[in-house]
């Protein structure tokens, strides 16, 4: 099956800069990433996704990029604000048992700090 | 509103009993998953299920078990087999291939007496 490592496990930064969370994946044939935002008490929300077929997606100050040859891929936070303070998980698609499942990176826990 | 509802949002196991998660979805979902989360980890799977009355093992299915008997409704039952159940429950939805887009819902926080 799939294994995604990710990294740092906590992040801190000033509010305004730049925060890039990294996650590798193990499976060459793993199609779809997806990254979730949790935060306190609550359950994760999708924040951007890209699929295999892309290198770069982006959507206003959030962006992820893709390096299929490397098996790894990027959350890239820019200008960033204290709600955006949360933990934050990449995902891949396994693609074993017919793609159904997500596996998940152990988490970063991002603070923005003023 | 559509969405993903989870009860009760805290629920108390004491020793040897079995216990019941709720999910509900609204969403028209065809496949729904139960993870676990512990404080410092990933979401790992305890099962899923792509269809009514069809369901799978995930990679820690070990006292727990499942139902699908309704589109809407994927309860978890955590078993009194399951030795460390105090962890955050989450269950999710999607819509089906080839939509991938999980949906997640708020949560269950289970804790042993």
């Known amino acids: 099956g799939e294994n995604v490592e990710q990294h740092p496990s906590t992040l801190s930064v000033q509010e305004g800069d730049s925060a890039v969370i990294k996650c590798t994946y193990s499976?060459?044939?793993?199609?779809?990433f997806p990254w979730y935002k949790q935060e306190l008490g609550k359950g994760p929300q999708l924040i951007i996704d890209?699929?295999?077929?892309?290198g770069e997606k982006k959507d206003q100050r959030i962006a992820v990029t893709l390096n299929k040859t490397a098996k790894h891929f990027s959350l890239h936070i820019t200008e960033t604000q204290p709600e955006d303070s949360a933990v934050y998980f990449c995902?891949?698609?396994?693609?074993?048992?017919?793609?159904?499942?997500?596996?998940f990176g152990t988490g970063t826990q991002l603070k923005v700090e003023l | 509103d559509g969405g993903i509802t989870q009860s009760p949002k805290y629920l108390f196991r004491k020793e040897g009993q079995n216990v019941t998660l709720s999910c509900e979805q609204n969403?028209?979902?065809?496949?729904m998953y139960w993870y676990r989360q512990d404080p410092g980890q990933g979401l790992r799977l305890i099962y899923y299920?792509?269809?009514?009355?069809?369901?799978q093992k995930g990679d820690i299915a070990e006292g727990y078990s499942v139902s699908r008997e309704k589109k809407e409704s994927f309860p978890l039952t955590v078993t009194s087999a399951q030795k460390n159940p105090t962890a955050f429950y989450l269950c999710?939805?999607?819509?089906?291939?080839?939509?991938?887009?999980?949906?997640f819902g708020s949560g269950t926080q289970l804790s042993v007496l």
């Open positions: 299920s792509q269809i009514v009355n069809d369901f």
């Open positions: 969403l028209n979902h065809d496949a």
């Open positions: 890209i699929r295999s077929n892309v």
């Open positions: 999710a939805s999607r819509k089906g291939a080839p939509n991938e887009k999980l949906f």
């Open positions: 995902a891949a698609r396994d693609v074993t048992g017919g793609g159904n499942k997500l596996t």
């Open positions: 499976d060459s044939a793993s199609n779809y």
